[in-house]
T-cell receptor
């Protein structure tokens, strides 16, 4: 069974540019989560989808971040415009049930210069 | 406020030298406590879930235990391949989400 996949693995962009991260969850997992780890800090929750609906987006830093999950399959996280403090590793996770074990992808390392 | 604190931040062991990692938590209604392992450049890999005080789970050289305030990850006779960052996270009851609240992790290095 394929695990959670994320694309790209690395992205380096200039401040003010736009970047879109993609996450493909484990097949059949309705729950999809985005997390972020900035250097030296713990992994922090960003938002939670159940199928195509946003269940909780309380962790989204500001309105420069836009997450979508059209059709309830893969998800994208767009940062527009990117700022220096957006640098970090963005993880995606998925689970079968709402309280099920969350399985993580390898992450996307974003560097904003 | 929900909080997870892990100690020590880093631990260096000789191969075969057993030890324990600590995860202290404060959460309003614990649904579950999770242990993950993370290797450099990879995502967290699930190890265990503990749901109630007194529960224990084992996998190879690892054993996780839970009390009402903390969890321990015991590593028995570690090998170099056990070197990784070990992450603890909690999930609480209530609310609309099942987000995980993470600690900052313990970086374990096992020397041959």
């Amino acid at each position: 069974e394929a695990g959670v996949t994320q694309f790209p693995s690395h992205s380096v962009i200039e401040k003010g540019q736009t970047v879109t991260l993609r996450c493909d969850p484990i097949s059949g997992h309705d729950n999809l989560y985005w997390y972020r780890r900035v250097m030296g800090k713990e992994i922090k929750f960003l938002l939670h989808f159940v199928k195509e609906s946003k269940q909780d987006e309380s962790g989204m830093p500001n309105n420069r971040f836009l997450a979508e999950r059209t059709g309830g399959t893969y998800s994208t996280l767009k940062v527009q415009p990117a700022e220096l403090e957006d640098s970090g590793v963005y993880f995606c996770a998925s689970s079968q049930g709402g309280d099920g074990t969350q399985y993580f992808g390898p992450g996307t390392r974003l560097t904003v210069l | 406020e929900d909080q997870v604190t892990q100690s020590p931040e880093a631990l260096r062991l000789q191969e075969g030298e057993s030890s324990s990692l600590n995860c202290s938590y404060t959460v309003s209604g614990l649904r579950g406590l999770f242990w993950y392992r993370q290797d450099p450049g990879k995502g967290p890999e699930f190890l265990f879930t503990l749901y109630s005080a007194g529960e224990e789970k084992e996998k190879e050289r690892l054993k996780a235990t839970l009390t009402k305030k903390e969890s321990f990850l015991h590593i028995t006779a570690p090998k170099p391949e056990d070197s990784a960052t070990y992450l603890c996270a909690v999930q609480r009851y209530g609310g609309a989400t099942n987000k995980l609240i993470f600690g900052t992790g313990t970086l374990l290095a096992v020397q041959p």
